[in-house]
């Protein structure tokens, strides 16, 4: 997938663990990681674990600046006119991510490696410093989740050592394979690869922040180890399916917080599908921001964020302000007031 254009991309309560990952670059700071979707156009990725990913991490030559990072998702520019940068949606919210305290020893150890991150500071400065309203980042937190019953880190730990320290030659590579059924031939037996009559188990503790972490404050990760939360989430979705579907007219929520300093959540709800614009004006009338232009949406409760920030990237001043809901159909404004 990596170079190439996903148009619809959801990644929800899955559970991610264990991954060798790992790249030589030179320079930059937005290299593909694990999951090679960069170009996505539509992206959901929500409510997941994502724990001792990419633990290769990204080796560079000593004294190249800036040092490359690695991220968990990786961002980047798709510079096609079919799929300007302005039509591009993505949610990265309610995710759980970490890494054992293993490979952060052997990280620290070696000045030519690079860990990696969740986000890139690439991605944080380019798409979710506000200036694309369809950016969303928000909820996402590091923490170590001690699983039930799941394989130890140890093996593919020492796949990374021994990399290293034989220059990824490739070369007697330990088997860092978890399979406590026994690693069977995918080729000549492949029945015998896999969880068989004993697998892993990947639920975890209430206690760890996690388990409240997800939307609605479900569980993050695979909800089939949590069989009556996952009974529970699924009604919770019906529901909101439900009252998007039962909306009638259009609404145009007053926005949260109000007053704001620096960023505030605008929320409307459309009846049927729609061309939307959403734009922010001054006192006089005059545009400061466009937050959705002309985009067409599906029938339902949309929301977006402004971050206080003008068409031109400056911080606005203290003031009121009015937020204009559009439609070929309707037009909605609400008052709102900026404070510093």
Not at 101 to 115: E, R
Not at 169 to 193: C, I, K, M, T, Y
Not at 296 to 306: C, F, K, M
């Amino acid at each position: 997938f990596a170079g190439a254009l996903g148009k619809n991309i959801i990644l929800d309560h899955n559970t991610f663990y264990l991954n060798a990952y790992g790249t030589t670059f030179t320079e930059g700071e937005h290299v593909s990681g694990p999951f090679e979707f960069e170009g996505g156009i539509n992206v959901r990725i929500t409510n997941n674990i994502f724990q001792d990913l990419a633990v290769e991490a990204m080796r560079h030559p000593a004294g190249v600046s800036p040092d490359d990072i690695m991220s968990i998702i990786p961002i980047d520019s798709i510079g096609t006119e079919d799929y300007p940068e302005s039509s591009r949606s993505w949610v990265i919210k309610n995710n759980v991510y970490g890494w054992s305290p293993g490979f952060k020893t052997f990280w620290a150890g070696i000045d030519t490696v690079m860990p990696p991150v969740f986000l890139s500071p690439y991605a944080m400065d380019a798409f979710f410093s506000g200036s694309n309203p369809n950016f969303v980042e928000e909820n996402n937190i590091e923490e170590l989740i001690e699983f039930a019953d799941a394989p130890a880190p140890d093996k593919l730990l020492a796949y990374v050592q021994h990399r290293y320290n034989t220059n990824f030659s490739n070369v007697d590579n330990p088997d860092f394979r978890a399979d406590r059924n026994g690693v069977g031939s995918l080729q000549d037996n492949p029945e015998s690869f896999g969880p068989g009559n004993d697998p892993y188990n990947f639920d975890y503790a209430p206690t760890h922040a996690a388990y409240t972490a997800a939307e609605g404050e479900f569980p993050v990760g695979d909800l089939n180890w949590f069989p009556d939360k996952k009974v529970e989430w699924e009604a919770y979705m019906t529901g909101i399916e439900v009252e998007n579907r039962l909306a009638t007219n259009y609404v145009l929520e007053q926005n949260y917080p109000n007053p704001f300093n620096p960023t505030t959540r605008i929320s409307y709800t459309l009846p049927k599908a729609a061309n939307v614009s959403l734009a922010v004006y001054n006192a006089l009338g005059q545009k400061v921001a466009t937050l959705i232009d002309h985009k067409r949406q599906v029938a339902g409760n949309h929301s977006v964020t402004w971050s206080g920030v003008n068409s031109f990237g400056h911080a606005a001043p203290t003031g009121v302000y009015y937020y204009q809901l559009m439609t070929d159909e309707i037009q909605i404004t609400k008052k709102m007031i900026l404070i510093k």
